[in-house]
Every structure is written in C-alpha cells, then in structure tokens.
C-alpha cells in the first residue's frame, strides 16, 4: 500500500515538472540593449523602436529607419573657421545653407552599418544597428577623395580653357569643380596637383570663378553716342569684352538705358571676334539724354548650377565694371512758317503759327528764327469758311494743313485739322472762334503726337 502511494506522488510530481518545462518555453528574454542604449566608443550606435499598432504593415521599416536617423544624428558635421564659407565673410543665409545640405544629406549616404539584433514582442519592433567609426571615416575619406578628384579634373579642364581665351565656357567649368566638392567646402580642402604641390583646390576654383568674372573689361571706341532727328533717334554702339587684353567671344552681356519715363533692358553675347552690337533707340518725346548701362551677366554665367545651390547667391554676388556711356539726343531744330487765312483773306496777326512755335520749345524743340541747313521747316497753311447762318448765328469752320520737309524738300510728315467749329454773332467772330479752338487742340493732344512722331 505505501508503495503504491509512493509511485502516485512520483507521477503526480512529473506532471508538474514536465508543465513546468512546457510553459517555460513561451518565456520570450527581452534584450538589455532596448532598455539600455549600448555605449561603445568605437561605434555609432543607433537604437530605436516602432508600434505595431501605429504602423501595422511597416512598423519594422520605421523601426530601421528611425536606428539609421539615430546614427546620423550622432554624426556631427563641423563647419572650420578657415574654411572657404568663412574666409570669403559670405552672408549667415548661404553659410547656414552649406551647414544645412551637408547635415541632411548624412542620413542619406550612410553606409558600412550593420544590423546587431532586433527583437519584437505584441506591441513593438526593436531594431539595434551599429556603426564602426573607423570605417565611417575611412568610407568619408574615399568619398571626398573621388569628389575632389572629379573637381580637379574640371580645374584642370578650366585652366586649360582660360589659356584658350574661352572665358565663359571656363567659368562654368571651374563651378562644376566647387559643385562636385560642395559637401566639403565646410572643411579644408588641400589637394595635390599633378606637379606634387600641394594647394586649396576649393580656394584656387573660386578664385578662377572670381577672377573669370571680376577681370572680365567692357569698353567700346565710342566716348558719347549721339543721336539726331535725321535718324529717327536711334544708333547703334559696338561693345567689346576682354580678359587680359584678349577679347573674349561668347561673353554674356545686360544692357540697360531709360527712354524717359521707362526703362529699357536688353542681352546680348559677344561674337566670334569679342564684339557685341547694341542698338538704342524709341526714346520718348522730348528726351534730350540717357545713359546706357553695359554689364556681364553673372546669372547667364551660372546658369549651369541648380536654382537653390547655395553656390549661385555665392557667385551673384561677384561683378565687373560696368560701362556707361552717356546718350545725348540732339534737339530738333525747326523752322516755322505759313499763312493764316480768314475767309480767304491773310491775317497779319497770327494765330496758331505763335502756339504751334511755344508748344515745340516747350517739348524740347529749337525754334529756328531763319531758315536753316540743318533743320525742318515746317509750313503751316490755314484758312476759314462760312458754313452758314441761322437765328442770329454765324458757324464757320477752319480747316490746317502742316507739312514738315527736311533741308532737301522731301515730305518726312504730314498732318491736319479738319473742320474746326466756330459759332458766334457775325461772320469775323466765328471765324476768330474756329482759330481760338484749333489753338486749344494744338497746345494740347495735336502737338504732342506731332512731337512723338519725330521720335518714332
């Protein structure tokens, strides 16, 4: 009897053993590392967990993600006081944009991380990756040794290009040069040349943009442009660009000069023998002078870097000497001189001939006692005619006719009034009425287009 008691106790005590080592089983161990972030000076270390039930397809790619951002994080990207942002004093917005892109981009190019472990139970996903920060290092060596490898071929490309008188072409080379090390323009840059001398490669490319621009001469043989009425005020002005006492073709130019109340621009770009050909002209009625404004287009230049590079206000900022020529405009000179008629009779006591002579000195004109070799002459022929009568009132009507001729006699304009009404009492009065209105129309809008003629 005590026996068999003794064998059901055993058998009772295995059931418990073997249930005991069956729920152990489903004991899951978590990690120390979710709970205490690894610290190994060796390595950049990137940790970071995801909720299943935030993200419930994806929650191990942002769990990966957010280990990788991590590392970035912990990489720091140092901007050296001697480096070419802080040597040139640019303004805080491109240096905080240099600081920017190379900071963001980290994230982006990591590589050479490994996955350590990850670990995930009903509500999350762990992931544990890790970094070596000597082969980060050596990986980022690599990486700037291609970069400014690549930026010294564009250098030697460029020099080569300035030897060749190809300026603009070179210009765009030696920024290729800076966009290809961009990323590292936050550090020091020496660099070893072909000749085994050791320079700043980022220095000697930004001083062939600046010198490729700052150097770059506009001038012309022309001290003054003048323009006369014989040439409806228009001209033309040969430019020339040089670097170095050599001209430069395909130099990109702005041009700029006012017409009077508004401005013009223009571009332009040298040819084949460094010269560019300007043209000025519908200049506004009365102008007597203006300047012309001749530039290198800088933004024509970097037109090859991307619109948000911190590069490009970097390199807008630079310039060379404009040049400036004054624009004289030659006053018109013009002779006046006709008949007034009332009634087919000529009045000695003009009328619109007075008006017509105040209205052209005061839009800039030369009045001209005498005839003269070198101006117009401008004949004016009027008369008046009776219409009718009716109820007391007479209407007459006064019809002009201007015509201006050149020292030759050729028609270079013709113009009129036509049935000007005059209503008065008697005969004399409506007709001295028609006068004093065609004066109105000729001090006002009349004379206006006859002087804007002249100009166009």
């Not at 050149?406 to 409506?430: C, E, F, P």
Request: contains cysteine; glycine residues 6%.
């Amino acid at each position: 009897m005590k026996s068999s008691v003794t064998s059901l106790l055993l058998c009772v005590l295995c059931v418990f053993i073997i249930n005991g080592c069956a729920n152990n089983k489903h004991v899951v161990e978590i990690p120390i590392w979710t709970t205490e972030r690894p610290i190994n000076s060796l390595y950049y270390i990137g940790v970071s967990a995801a909720s299943k039930l935030e993200n419930p397809y994806n929650a191990l790619d942002v769990a990966r993600e957010n280990a990788l951002n991590s590392i970035a994080r912990e990489i720091r990207v140092n901007v050296s006081s001697s480096s070419v942002l802080s040597t040139l004093q640019v303004n805080k917005w491109v240096e905080e944009s240099f600081a920017s892109t190379i900071t963001s981009t980290v994230a982006e190019e990591l590589e050479g991380y490994v996955l350590v472990d990850t670990f995930e139970d009903e509500n999350e996903v762990w992931v544990y990756y890790r970094l070596s920060k000597s082969e980060y290092a050596r990986i980022l060596q690599e990486r700037k040794r291609v970069a400014l490898g690549k930026a010294h071929g564009h250098y030697l490309d460029a020099q080569k290009l300035v030897r060749d008188g190809a300026l603009p072409v070179a210009v765009e080379r030696f920024l290729m040069g800076l966009d290809a090390m961009s990323k590292y323009l936050g550090e020091m840059n020496p660099y070893t040349g072909v000749d085994g001398v050791e320079f700043d490669l980022d220095r000697a490319l930004l001083n062939g943009v600046s010198d490729g621009i700052t150097n770059l001469k506009i001038s012309s043989s022309t001290d003054i442009i003048n323009l006369r009425l014989s040439d409806k005020y228009k001209g033309e002005i040969n430019v020339e660009v040089r670097y170095e006492g050599r001209l430069i073709a395909g130099a990109p130019l702005t041009y700029k000069y006012s017409r009077g109340m508004i401005p013009t621009r223009g571009s332009t770009s040298t040819s084949g023998d460094g010269k560019a050909l300007i043209t000025v002209g519908d200049f506004d009625a009365g102008s007597t002078r203006s300047e012309l404004e001749v530039s290198i287009s800088v933004t024509a230049l970097v037109k090859i870097l991307k619109p948000l590079s911190p590069l490009k206000p970097l390199v807008e900022g630079l310039n060379a000497p404009p040049l400036l020529i004054p624009i004289r405009l030659e006053s018109p000179k013009i002779y006046v001189v006709g008949t007034e008629k009332l009634f087919g009779i000529e009045l000695r006591e003009k009328t619109l001939i007075p008006s017509i002579k105040a209205a052209l000195m005061a839009n800039g004109v030369e009045v001209m006692d005498r005839k003269s070799p070198d101006a117009l002459t401008l004949t004016v022929q009027a008369n008046t005619t009776m219409s009718g009568q009716g109820r007391g009132f007479f209407t007459a009507y006064l019809n002009a006719v201007f015509e201006l001729k050149n020292s030759s006699g050729d028609l270079i304009m013709h113009k009129s009034l036509d049935r000007v009404k005059g209503v008065q009492t008697n005969k004399t009065m409506a007709g001295q009425e028609a006068y004093r209105k065609a004066r109105k129309e000729i001090e006002n809008r009349f004379i206006e287009s006859f002087i804007e003629a002249l100009y166009k």
